[in-house]
């Protein structure tokens, strides 16, 4: 009985001493976070090009038709596919 309280007492120094260590990496990696996210924030704010708002709104919509068109190639491929009933054991 005394053993396990033994291990036990040693595993929580030993957890204590591990998230003493770890806490300044921990901080760290919060403020690169913390930096990531207000450079990502700024960046989309300000749009400094020297194009027009119909330009702007051109170029959009162009994208959303882009991807509009290869989701239905996608889809029609997938619709075309013939199933592999070949590999199918009964």
């Known amino acids: 009985m005394q053993t396990l309280a033994r291990l036990q007492s040693q595993v929580r ?3 204590a001493r591990m998230s003493e260590e ?3 990496l921990q901080q760290q990696k919060h403020e690169k976070e913390v930096e990531k996210l207000q450079a990502a924030q700024t960046l989309e704010k300000w749009d400094d090009s020297a194009q027009s ?4 709104e051109a170029r ?17 491929a997938f619709s075309q596919q013939v199933p ?7």
């Open 84 to 90: 592999d009933y070949h590999l199918v054991y009964f």
């Open 22 to 24: 770890n806490q300044p």
């Open 13 to 15: 120094e030993r957890r």
């Open 53 to 56: 708002k119909e330009q702007v």
């Open 60 to 76: 959009l919509s162009k994208r959303l038709d882009a991807s509009i068109r290869r989701e239905r190639a996608l889809a029609y």
